[in-house]
Nanobody, 122 residues
Framework: VQLQASGGGLVQAGGSLRLSCAAS????????MGWFRQAPGKERKFVAA????????YYGDSVKDRFTISRDNAKNTMYLQMNSLKPEDTALYYC????????????????WGQGTLVTVSS
């Protein structure tokens, strides 16, 4: 079971990035997926989650109206479109999957990918 996150990089404040998370090794049929981030010296925090169908999405307060989560089940891939980036968005971004959206939103998901680094300069 593998989740591979990609798309991180260096961007100026106000810019945009799109992260991708590709799933392989098993079927994630019925699984919700989500993004978390961890800034240097801080604990990991919830960013966004999406249901299997894509019909339900959830966001952390700090990214609402700036970030958009989506998924393409035919490609086994989830995305995070990040707009209007701020220096405080700088962090290692992780993707995750779980059969329970509750675990994604409030607990600890079963499956994790490695992080992709996003750095926003002021």
């Amino acid at each position: 079971v593998q989740l591979q996150a990609s798309g991180g990089g260096l961007v100026q404040a106000g810019g945009s990035l799109r992260l991708s998370c590709a799933a392989s090794g098993r079927t994630f049929s019925g699984y919700g997926m989500g993004w978390f981030r961890q800034a240097p010296g801080k604990e990991r925090k919830f960013v966004a989650a999406i249901s299997w169908s894509g019909g339900s999405t959830y966001y952390g307060d700090s990214v609402k109206d700036r970030f958009t989560i989506s998924r393409d089940n035919a490609k086994n891939t989830m995305y995070l479109q990040m707009n209007s980036l701020k220096p405080e968005d700088t962090a290692l971004y992780y993707c995750a999957a779980d059969s329970s959206l509750g675990q994604l939103r409030f607990g600890s998901p079963d499956y994790w990918g490695q992080g992709t680094l996003v750095t926003v300069s002021s």
